[in-house]
């Protein structure tokens, strides 16, 4: 049996076209009450009908909780499979596709890509469980001992927030992260998460710190790299471009399939007036680049920067070769920089 499974406190607005997007597809549709005082139920009842099933669990600000109470009440309905559906996500997947992956696959979950390509994350758990959720905010599946598969042509998209509750989100994760990095503080994960909060209310110096902190403790290869690239970001809108140097070199040892860290470097090297570097990193950024690279064969899960994979290398090129007097080259990498970003476009 498969079932969807969906968290929900006050969303009667959203969480109809959620469900909507999985009711077809699955044999029950699963909605974990949080602390609902609005219609939401009444909207949950109207989309999915005698397939509904409620259940309730009071929030207490760790969303690993929630997840894993999910998993398990879908284990007590008999279920195989779970695919989860937040209140402000839309899943597109072929679910005779997915059912056919599902038969075969001995993966504990199935990855689906965020519909602009950026990143992936798990939308669909074997019942039971044989890993769980850890961590209160941006939690992690398994800790790293999860089975992953992929569905090819599956993807999911999210809501847009205001201003107003973005800010409200990275204030409550900052709230939460800061003690629970405090008391794991050899856990590069939330850490990371910690950076990304700051970072977006633009606490900089802490972002960077906290980014700095995270790769430091060299754990998941790909996050620390981006922890890396992240900290490099910062240190480059301060123009502190030397650090910024420092932390793409970084990053690249901890993971070389990074093409956004080559590119980053290269952008670098360019404003610090060393154009003849400046070609060396674009160079590197292509091999591992979507255009014309090997981004496919790097396996990544997520931490994308699409531009950098594309365009954004030839437009070091373009301009350093310039300034090194190769019109040649820059006429081309001019060329070569317009099909790349078209491509990333089409995408």
């Known amino acids: 049996m498969l079932v969807s499974t969906t968290l929900t406190g006050n969303n009667e607005s959203i969480l109809g076209d959620a469900l909507r997007s999985v ?49 398990d009440a879908a284990a007590e309905l008999g279920a195989a499979w779970a695919v989860a559906v937040d209140t402000d996500e839309r899943l597109a997947v072929d679910f005779e596709a997915l059912r056919a992956l599902l038969a075969t696959t001995d993966a504990d979950a199935v990855l689906v890509d965020a519909a602009d390509g950026t990143y992936a994350k798990e939308r669909v758990f074997r019942i039971p469980t044989r890993v769980r959720w850890t961590g209160p905010t941006h939690e992690a599946f398994g800790g790293g001992d ?74 998941w290869d790909e996050e620390s790299a981006w922890a890396c690239y992240r900290a490099a970001e910062i240190r480059c809108s301060q123009q502190d471009y030397v650090r910024a140097l420092d932390r793409c070199v970084e990053g690249l040892a ?81 060329i070569d920089f317009l099909q790349a970003r078209a491509a990333r476009l089409r995408k």
Do not use: M
């Open 146 to 219: 999860a089975r992953y598969a992929r569905l090819p042509g599956a993807t999911f998209s999210e809501l847009p927030k205001s201003p107003e509750a973005l800010r409200a989100k990275f204030e409550r994760d900052v709230a939460i992260l800061r003690p629970y990095t405090a008391a794991h503080p050899t856990d590069p994960r939330w850490l990371f998460y910690l950076g990304d909060s700051y970072r977006n209310l633009g606490r900089l110096d802490e972002a960077a710190a906290a980014y700095e902190a995270c790769a430091a403790l060299r754990g």
């Open 254 to 334: 901890r993971h070389p399939g990074v093409a956004e860290l080559a590119w980053l470097a290269g952008f670098i090297a360019y404003r610090l007036g060393r154009p003849r570097h400046a070609v060396h990193w674009a160079r590197l950024a292509l091999v591992h680049g979507a255009y014309r690279g090997h981004a496919e064969e790097t396996r990544r899960i997520a931490f994308r920067h699409r531009p950098a994979l594309y365009a954004a290398p030839y437009d070091v090129l373009r301009f350093a070769l310039r300034d090194l007097g190769d019109t040649e080259g820059a006429s081309q990498a001019e």
């Open 23 to 71: 009711v077809d597809g699955v044999d029950k549709v699963l909605v974990v009450d949080t602390g609902v005082t609005d219609k939401s139920l009444d909207v949950a009842r109207d989309v999915a009908g005698d397939k509904l099933i409620v259940r309730s669990f009071p929030w207490r600000n760790d969303f690993s909780a929630a997840r894993n109470f999910c998993l």
